[in-house]
């Protein structure tokens, strides 16, 4: 089975098939991150370029470990440091990064949609890290990873996405996969942060934390991404983190064996306390691993090197 489009603009797009596919494929890409020497030569003479329009420390270095790991010749882009600042449009970046030879490019950009644009306008493969407040499909496959690497199974599975869910690109993308895969999806955050309509896309909706949490197996906490508020939304940090923040007393209402994830950076003491970030039900660590894994599968596959070469070449 090979994915179906040259691309990975988002979750939203993909079969439970293809979301499968990248998940077993991500498995023995992190035994190779296990191995003292980390690289093998699937994508030895292959070009990838990462192109940021947003800040980021891990999903960029993440990609950027990922390719170097397969042996592929990377080049990292910043707007702030390209023509982007001469006024050049994304369109012409993306056809000049083209015309030098880049076999992948992958994308976070603060417009919704922009990976998109980018993937009709090139013959490369683009990957989406991250569009505005729309999708960030990597991150939920990490996600989704480390849940299935430690429950075994996501179907069935009760979890819970508690925050700021109106901004965030991370919340959509899980609920599509997550859904797909078969999982129940809660959502729970103040009411001023909840998209519209949000019930349609099949997840149950609360606005009590303790409710939310009742008996689930996952708790992904969001970060409150303060750079993307609108004034008003919720009356202050502390409020907030009275009313939704994750401590030991709500956790305790979620299953004895219920995981933790967060897809970082913490805002320690807001979204979660720094007992349960630092604790024994927290894979946030392996979460950063997992993504590693998880992108490395993702470049194997838009390459079409599974056609040539075995993974652990």
Known sequence: MRLKNKDLLGLQDLSADEINLI???????KDIIKRKIKKVPTLRGRTIVTLFYEPSTRTRSSFDLAAKYLSA???GISASTSSVVKGES????????????????????SAA????????????????AGDGTHEHPTQALLDIYTVREKKGIVKGLKVAILGDILHSRVARSNIWGLTKLGAEVRVVGPSTLMPPEI?????????????????VDVVNVLRIQLERQQQGLFPSI????????????????????????????????????????????????????????????LLYLLSGEEDSHEVTN
Not at 117 to 127: E, H, K, M, N, P
């Open 199 to 215: 019930e349609r896309l099949g997840v149950k909706v609360f606005t009590r934390t303790e409710d939310a949490l009742e008996g």
């Open 23 to 29: 998940l077993d494929t991500a498995i023995p890409m």
């Open 113 to 128: 949609g922009s990976p998109h644009l980018l993937a009709r306008t090139v013959g490369a493969s683009v990957i989406n």
């Open 90 to 109: 994304l369109r012409d970046t993306a056809r000049t990064i083209e015309a030098m030879g880049a076999d992948i490019i992958i994308i976070r950009h």
């Open 238 to 297: 502390r409020e907030y983190a009275r009313l939704f923040g994750l401590n030991k007393e709500r956790l305790a209402l979620a299953d004895p064996d219920a995981l933790v994830l967060h897809p970082g950076p913490l805002n320690r003491g807001v979204e979660i306390t720094p007992d349960i970030a630092d604790g024994t039900k927290s894979v946030i660590v392996e979460q950063v691993t997992n993504g590693v894994a998880v992108r490395m599968a």
């Open 73 to 75: 010749d990377t080049i």
